[in-house]
């Protein structure tokens, strides 16, 4: 699909209300995004590297690195060596 739904999962499990409906049922608010199977994955995973390399905006990234309770360590692990300028899946520069 698009980064657009992504950055909109993202910004909406930001709120309290959606990400408490959210973590009572994952399957059942992620059906209500258009979301890719891969893309799909990288939530339920919480795979930030592949979040950011299909375009999620690194802020809300950060937020959603927050909420996971992903520690800083392992974020930084994870998107090492990767730039702000690198392509997202559909050839859209981040810059």
């Given at each position: 699909m698009s980064s657009y739904c992504?950055?909109?999962l993202v910004h909406e499990i930001q709120f309290p209300e959606k990400r408490a409906r959210f973590d009572a049922d994952?399957?059942?608010f992620l059906?209500?995004?258009d979301l890719t199977p891969e893309e799909l994955a990288a939530v339920r995973e919480r795979d930030v590297r592949a979040l950011w390399l299909k375009g999620v905006n690194p802020y809300l990234l950060r937020?959603?690195?927050i909420w996971t309770r992903i520690g800083?360590?392992?974020y930084r692990a994870a998107l090492e060596g990767l730039s702000f300028y690198d392509f997202n899946e559909e050839g859209d520069s981040r810059g």
């Open positions: 992504l950055n909109k994952p399957e059942k059906a209500g995004f937020v959603y690195q800083d360590d392992d």
